[in-house]
């Protein structure tokens, strides 16, 4: 890890959180440092495949001193509060499409990170498929 490497909390390790897993160590700048689930068979496997710090709780996880980012792959319906905890604690947000299930929602997540300064982006994984490209392109 280099010292400008963000540390990134993973919230959700179920399917869409280890294809996040998967890439980070692809990308530059990044480092896995932690992951949250209400899981504890997952907590235990993330732990002693990754060695990373684990939490049964976003909120847990999004209070460490040792998170930059956190990445939310949680269920659906749990974006917008996530999201929002993450910010109200100063970490930089990346949340799976969709952002969140209302527009009301998605104006609290966009408030809270302008609040609290930080940035928060919606991962859409898929934008540079061919099929998504030519979709864009009509």
Known sequence: MSADSLRLGLAGLGTAG??????????????????ADTRKEALEQYRGKHGISVFDSVADMCRSKDVDVVYVATPNPLHAEHAIIA?????????????????????RVIAAAEDNHVKVMVAHTRSLNPPIRKMREI
Not at 88 to 106: F, Q, R, S, Y
Request: aromatic residues 6%; glycine residues 8%; proline residues 3%.
């Open 87 to 107: 910010a109200e604690n100063g970490k930089h947000v990346i949340v799976e499409k969709p952002m969140a299930l209302t527009l009301d929602e998605c104006d």
């Open 18 to 35: 280890r294809s996040v897993v998967q890439a980070i160590d692809k990308v530059l700048g990044y480092v896995f440092a932690a992951g």
